[in-house]
């Protein structure tokens, strides 16, 4: 029915942009390796041959640092956008986000947390479900407090768009002082404490297949459960109680919807840490371009969210290069102002 | 059909909190005929609107006729707020076939899309349907939301304030669908205020007066016993030019004090 020729022409830019984000991040770093010589490794390899010094070197540096790093941070990015996507359609808000709920935050504090304590080592699939709890607790938390005092009672989702916003503020400052605190920490105790702190500055370096196989997994169930969401969210945008006339189960959309997005953001906070605003912006301008349909917009902000996040890493390793920034600095950077732009767009609007 | 009971309720309250919004209402909504739920603002008439569609937990009282489950009472009835914000910028044609969510449930069919235009062209917005729908006027918007409801094949149409933003004629063509799909059987409560559109387009009408209702039945019957002077502190007289339309003339009184006083 809407514009078919113009979604064909944005989906063909999204994933050209995307092959780009991934050649441009597999072919730069710090070591000086041509293409040329990590296929002549990875033909050596597939024959059994042992290939020259160069070949070798330059396909252990493709497939044991680059691509997974590449791999991990097109996950993140596209796991983020999708919560994002989630976020925005059961708050019913341009301006909802992982970040902006808290949802990152409690995460990558959790992680960090359960990092510190050694948990990881115990098991590892105790860090993703850390980082789950932390970020469910956190936006249960904003979602709740925001909800009460409010005309009917019933929930924040009905509650105004600024209490929940007020709520996520007090509750991204108190995981704020719990990252001082780990800062204090691990300024005293460099170790543990140190690598702990890699949570809260999201970011790609040396991330490996361990990282790929959380990010992707996450990602991989979140999108298809999200996508289950996607007609019931396009209807709870008439509103809860038009939703629930028209048969939705509005509870139980809003218990599974903040189920996925703490999945989603789970996974990508204990596979880089927090990469702020990347669920605001993408989903954002997907919008602008494809239209507001839940099932289209879920798709290509997971395409549009690992782009994006590409372009940071990538710009996070050749700004100080050969030293690097985490890539959350860049998205920080990137989706502040962002955020700002949306609020004055949206007080001339109104 | 499994179940052809009119819809209705039976003793039923309703509080926010401490406020009482509803207290001991009993009304019946027959299948085929139109109701006008009338009452000053704040009377209870959204309220008990919603409660018929099932949107507010039942606290006391009975709601009868009702689906067996929260599926089959949205097919059962389509119920349409005073106004719908929408938070996404969706085209009108697919604001339209959300309403057939309760039917297809998340994969719309071709036979959905062409319900969603019909129903446009019903409402006389058929040009609308690839338009963004935080471009239309409010009265636009108006017709989009009461196509969105009209869509569904439904036994009851729980209408709060459809005429709200309609201009006068659009008012009458909304009427007039109405009027037809009455005639079809199906069952249409609507929240209004003007006294003499009601007297004149509906079967029949439910009052409430803070939270009670205080008349039910023929309007015309009402009116002439003094439920506008009564109700909205209004006078009310009958003229009538023609044997088969009453015109109602209304006026404020000369010392409008606070109706409610009145009231036993």
Sequence with gaps: MSRPRSNQIIWLVSLALLLLGIIANVASGSADVSAAETLQGFIAKLQGNQPTESAGLAWTVFAQLRLPRTLTAAFVGAALAVAGVLAQGLFREHLASPTVLGSEAGGSVAAAVAFYLGLAYWHPLLLPLAAFAGASAATGIAVSISGRGSSDGSSGFASPIANLMLSGFAINALLGAATSLLITVALEEPGRAGRALAFLIGGFQGKGFEHVAIASTTFAVGLLAALRLARPLDVLSLGEETASSLSIDTRSLRRWTLAVIGLLVAGSVSAAGALPFVGLMVPHVARHLAGPSHRQLLALSAVQGACLVLLADLMARHIRAPAELPASILTAMLGAPFFLMLLSMRRSAE | ?264
């Design chain 2, 1 to 264: 059909m499994p179940n052809q009971s009119n819809l209705g309720v039976s003793e039923l309250s309703f509080r926010y909190g401490r406020q009482t919004i509803l207290a001991d209402c009993t009304a019946s909504f027959p299948r085929g005929k139109i109701t006008a739920l009338l009452g000053p603002n704040g009377a209870g008439k959204s309220t008990l609107l919603k409660l018929a569609a099932g949107l507010l937990p039942l606290q006391t009282g009975r709601i009868s006729g009702a689906g067996q489950n929260r599926l089959a009472h949205s097919r059962l009835c389509a119920w349409m707020p005073a106004v719908t914000q929408v938070a996404f910028n969706f085209s009108v044609f697919d604001i339209v076939r959300m309403g057939l969510y309760p039917w297809h449930l998340g994969s719309p069919s071709k036979s959905d899309d062409q319900a969603a235009m019909a129903a446009l062209t019903e409402v006389c917005a058929a040009e609308l349907a690839d338009r963004q729908v935080w471009k239309l006027s409010s009265g636009e918007r108006q017709r989009v939301m009461l196509a969105r409801a009209l869509v569904g094949p439904v036994d009851y149409l729980l209408l709060d304030e459809p005429l709200t933003n309609l201009d006068l004629q659009t008012g009458f063509v909304v009427l007039d669908i109405l009027r037809k799909r009455a005639e079809q059987g199906v069952g249409i409560v609507i929240s209004m205020h003007d006294l003499a559109l009601a007297a004149q387009l509906t079967d029949q009408f439910v009052c409430l007066h803070r939270g009670s209702v205080v008349g039910s039945g023929s309007l015309h019957q009402s009116l002439s016993q003094g439920l506008a002077e009564r109700v909205f502190g209004v006078k009310a007289e009958l003229a009538s030019n023609r044997w088969n339309l009453s015109k109602l003339t209304t006026e404020i009184p000369g010392n409008l004090t606070n109706p409610s006083k009145k009231l036993p």
